[in-house]
């Protein structure tokens, strides 16, 4: 299972700030997403600015005036896995084709990537 989302915050250019609750956090860059599909609505910085987390901390949405199915979303897995590094998510689907289970995929994923894992308090 993927730790949940515990904080996003937004950041000038289309970044976002995100942590989770392991410990693992990083910055995404979002500013080619924000010209694609649903995510133009976000081009506007005062609407990416407008980021919520999802209850059990497993996506991030944007509060826009817009009905929810509309809404631009994003899972907190994917943003996991863009964190850890920028193979990540490609490495994880290989190895769960391969057979392995989601955790142990996982974990073999966080073993090969750079950003460190940290203990959470």
């Known amino acids: 299972m993927f730790p949940k989302l515990i904080a996003a915050k937004p950041l000038p250019d289309y970044g976002l700030r995100v942590t989770f609750e392991d410990g693992v ?25 407008r980021i919520c987390i999802g209850e059990l901390g497993e996506s991030i949405w944007w509060n ?4 929810e199915m ?41 073993e090969e990537s750079s950003s460190p894992v940290l203990t959470s308090l």
């Open 25 to 49: 956090e990083g910055t995404i860059d979002m500013s080619s997403d924000v010209t694609k599909g649903v995510f133009r609505r976000l081009a506007d910085p005062d609407m990416f600015a």
């Open 64 to 67: 826009i005036d817009a009905p």
């Open 70 to 110: 509309e809404r631009p979303d994003v899972c907190a897995d994917t943003l996991y896995l863009q964190v850890l590094s920028p193979n990540a998510e490609a490495r994880f689907a290989e190895l769960c084709s391969s057979g392995l289970t989601w955790s142990d995929a996982l974990q073999i994923v966080r």
